[in-house]
């Protein structure tokens, strides 16, 4: 039911920031854990982070210290601020709800990202 919706992603040099936002659509955005995930090219999504309702965020070790994700509830939105990034942190960044752990909405089109060295 909940429709999600990214943006911000864009060509960045390494050691550059991006800001991206995801917005969502339906549901009673406050009660949700929100999750960032991303997939190179020829690779799994993995998890990015998490940010629950109250504001309680987990990190991957491969973005702790470099990534922030916030979220106004009043807007329906979650950011992930992506500061120092690396070639490898090319991708698309994908956010979604998390229940059980797990990503429980619909993907959307994602946003990508890409960092030259």
């Known amino acids: 039911q909940v429709q999600l919706v990214e943006s911000g992603g864009g060509l960045v040099q390494a050691g550059g920031s991006l800001r991206l936002s995801c917005v969502a659509f339906?549901?009673?955005?406050?009660?949700?854990?929100m999750g960032w995930y991303r997939q190179a090219p020829g690779k799994q999504r993995e998890l990015v982070g998490t940010i629950t309702g109250d504001g309680s965020t987990y990190y991957a070790d491969s973005v702790k210290g470099r990534f922030t994700i916030s979220r106004d509830n009043a807007k329906s939105t979650v950011y992930l601020q992506m500061n120092s990034l690396k070639p490898e942190d090319t991708a698309v960044y994908y956010c979604?709800?998390?229940?059980?752990?797990?990503?429980?909405?619909?993907w959307g089109q994602g946003t990508r990202v890409t960092v030259s060295s």
């Open positions: 339906g549901g009673i955005f406050r009660f949700y854990t």
């Open positions: 979604n709800t998390v229940v059980q752990r797990q990503p429980s909405g619909a």
